[in-house]
């Protein structure tokens, strides 16, 4: 009789995701920073992370093609290995230098190769049954993580040099590696071309991909326009600062993302996805507000509000994801959300470029913030086609 292992796969693959989380909030908030006291203008910095998500859009079918090959977890821990190297070239950035081009490329090949893996991984590990309490607690752990980098990263920059915060994330991103290696599924995956087409007519398929769309632009807005605006405009020298303050409330977001998923998987889909909508919008409103009154308390609260309603939808949305991957095709479906997803992050950061050649100062772009309102209303689709769950 085997004994049973002491940590499970979902285990595993929950310690990976916190340590990933924790290692690329670094990088997601910390890199624009770093572009922006090097001397680079908003206008590079939006165009870079526009032009970096294209690779997604044109290659995400041939890398998954590549994963039959090779198989998932090489492609997952490749991906990991790329952050890793992304981690250790960014300190190396000057105005002066090429040496972006070498982060850009890195940013733009580990995104491809890891993110369809980790999902087609995760996917094969959960069960249809609890798929929105499983995803809820992978969300809840990477909250958890995404919180206390920016703290530990403020103490970093301040106590050492900014460049050294990097060479920290390059290090817990080694760490993640290692659950990795221990997950004993052995998860498979196929790819036929025709089979892939005659899927994106599939209703599920048709019906979501504004959402995802959607989802790419909304992650643009989150991890790059409002930590660049909070730095320039409301903050600056205290950016990470704030971030402490938010402890109790990322324990109250992270209790909400589990009991979202445990609705989620009690038939309360549409109802917990409509609710966390209109949330998101009222908290979306109360960051436009701060342009005109940011009292830090005022600002504690506004910040509280967003990270509990962006817990509830990203819960939801996120549970959506992985029932509807479940109930279609896995593979195909990974493919169609990561695609769609890099067209909306092109399409918001080109217009983000463009915007900030006319307002190169954060007030003049603030506004932008608002794009967020109709961005978040396309979620809804997501429950176009919430019937096909039941079957």
Known sequence: MKSKPLLSDAVLFYIHAGLFAFSETIFLFSLPILFWDKGFPLWFIFGFYALAALPGYFFTARIVRLITKIGIKSMFLFGIFLYILLGFASPLVEAKNLWWVLVFFLLSLQAICYFPARALYFSEIISRETVGTQSGVLNAVMLLSRTAAPIIAGVIAVSTKFNSVFVFGAAVMILSSVPVL????????????????????????????????????????????????????????????????????????????????????????????????????????????????????????????????????????????????????????????????????????????????????AKGLWPLFLLSIPIVLVYLKKWKDDDYLNK
């Open 182 to 361: 221990f997950i004993r599924a052995e998860a498979k995956t196929t790819f036929d071309l025709m089979e892939y087409k005659k899927m994106l007519r599939h209703r599920v398929f048709q019906s979501t991909k504004w959402a995802y769309i959607a989802d790419g632009a909304e992650g643009i807005i989150t991890f790059l326009l409002w930590p660049l605006l909070f730095y320039l405009f409301l903050s600056n020298n205290n950016y990470f600062e704030l971030s402490s303050l938010m402890t109790v409330t990322c324990g109250v977001s992270a209790l909400v993302m589990i009991l979202v998923g445990k609705l989620f998987d009690r038939k309360h889909r549409k109802a917990l996805l409509g609710t966390s909508v209109f949330a998101n919008i009222v908290a979306i409103l109360g960051r436009f507000a701060l342009l005109i009154f940011h009292p830090v308390l005022f600002v504690y609260a506004v910040q509280s509000f967003y990270a509990v309603s962006e817990s509830m939808l990203g819960s939801s949305f996120e549970s959506y994801r992985y029932s509807y991957s479940k109930a279609t095709d896995n593979t195909f479906f990974t493919i169609h959300r990561d695609v769609n997803f890099s067209l909306g992050r092109f399409l918001i950061g080109a217009v983000l470029a463009l915007a900030s050649l006319f307002f190169t100062d």
